[in-house]
Nanobody, 125 residues
């Protein structure tokens, strides 16, 4: 069974930074980050597609472009989400997910069969 464990969440002030990590039990070529705020639907934040252990494509939600960076550390079977210039509206539970999708479907949570338990990010103004 595949396991995905997120870490790195916490509380920061607006303008601050956090780096989320998602450790996988094995190498996974396609991964995504999603978030869900109370009372809102889960939304795609970023997705990464790799081939032969090299990153081929990354996708970002418009709301985080230029502020968030998705990368991976293949040696540790870990994907990272560097979040800079955080805003209060970034407050949510963040989940990593595994699954390969088409480029047009990367933000659809139903396309990802494997999920972590989540890590909370809280940004205060």
């Amino acid at each position: 069974e595949d396991d995905f464990v997120e870490s790195g969440g916490g509380s920061v002030q607006a303008g601050g930074s956090l780096r989320l990590s998602c450790a996988a039990s094995r190498y996974t070529s396609c991964m995504g980050w999603f978030r869900q705020a109370p009372g809102k639907e889960r939304e795609g934040v970023a997705s990464i597609y790799s081939y032969s252990h090299y990153v081929r494509s990354t996708y970002y939600a418009d709301s985080v472009k230029g502020r968030f960076t998705f990368s991976r550390d293949n040696a540790k079977n870990t994907v990272l989400l560097q979040m800079d210039s955080l805003k209060p509206e970034d407050t949510a539970m963040y989940y990593c997910a595994a699954g390969c999708t088409t480029s047009s479907d990367w933000a659809r949570s139903s396309k990802y069969p494997y999920w972590g338990q989540g890590t909370q990010v809280t940004v205060s103004s």
